[in-house]
C-alpha cells in the first residue's frame, strides 16, 4: 500500500468518525492491513472493504458491534477471527473469491448465522475442543439421516423424504470421550446421496473428520458404490480422515452384509476405519439393534 493511498484511507476513516457514519467504504484502496483507527468507528452499520490484500482481520473487528454488512470480497483471507462471532447484528457478509480453510467456507455456505455461531463455539472453547466433525455420505435412501436420528435419540419417522443438498444436525451428539473423562461432542453433517451434489460435497470433505459411509445391504455393496466414495474421500483428504463403513438395516436377517473387507483395506489403507452394522429403525425396540447402535458411538469416539 503506497502512502499516498494509506493517507487517503486515513482521511476517509476520520471523515467517518467526525461525521458518526454508519457506512465505511475503502474497497480497492490496497489494504494489506486494518488501520488501528478503525475501531473507533463504533457506529458503523456497512463496512465495505472488497478488492484489497488483506489476509487476516484483527480481533479488534469485534468491537464494532453495531455492523449489519460486512464485505470482503476478493481479498487472500485465509482465516477468520473468532471475535467476528460477537458481531451479533451482522446480517450480510460477503467472504467470496478468498482462501478460508474447508471448516469455515463449509459454516459460511451454510448461512451467516451457522458462521457466527462456528466462530463464537470456537471463541468459547479456546482452552481444548472435545468435538468431532461426523459426516455422513453415501447414496440416496440407504439411511443416512434415519441413523443420524437414531444416534441423536430422535424419534422414528417413516416414508422420510430423502435429504437434498446437505444438512448440518443442530444438536451435537454427545459420545464417551476414550480417556473416559471427557464428553466428545459431535457435529454431525449429512450429505444428500444424489449424484448432482457429489461434486459440491467434495468441496466440504475434509481432514481430520469421521465419516460414516452407509451402504444398504439389500442393494448391495457396488449398487451402493461403496468403492466410490472411498475414492471420492481418499482423492480430496488422502488418509488424513477415518471412513466407517456402516451398513444399514441390520435387523433384516434375509440381507445379512456382504462386503470385501481384506480388499477394501487393502486399496484404501488406514483411511478405513473398520466394518459395521446397524438398523436406525428398530434400535428402540430391539435390544440387540440398539446395542450395536451404542458400540457404533464408541467407536466413532476412538477414530
Known sequence: MTKMARNEVLRLIKQAKRENATELDLSGTGL???????????????????????????????????????????????TLPAEIGQLTALQTLDLANNHLPDDLKAAY????????????????????LYEIKLVLIGEGTVGKTTLLDALLGNPLINKRNSTEGMEIARTQIPLPHPDGDHTLQCNAWDFGGQKIYRV???????RNAVYLLVWDPRSGPQKCDVDGWLERIQLRVGEEARVLVVSSYAADERHPPRISETEIREKYGKLVYGFYAVDGMEYATDPRMNS??????LEIARA
Request: proline fraction near 4%; charged fraction near 15%.
Open 32 to 78: 494489506t492491513t486494518l488501520p488501528a483507527e478503525m475501531w473507533q468507528l463504533t457506529a458503523l452499520e456497512t463496512l465495505l472493504l472488497a478488492n484489497n490484500r488483506l489476509t487476516t482481520l484483527p480481533a479488534e473487528i469485534g468491537q464494532l458491534t453495531a455492523l449489519q454488512r460486512l464485505n470482503l470480497f476478493g481479498n487472500g483471507l485465509t
Open 292 to 297: 450395536l447402535l451404542a458400540d457404533l458411538k
Open 200 to 206: 459440491q460435497h467434495q468441496f466440504f470433505f475434509s
Open 109 to 128: 455456505d451454510v448461512s451467516v448465522p451457522t458462521l457466527l455461531n462456528y466462530l463464537r463455539r470456537l471463541a468459547e472453547d479456546s482452552e481444548m
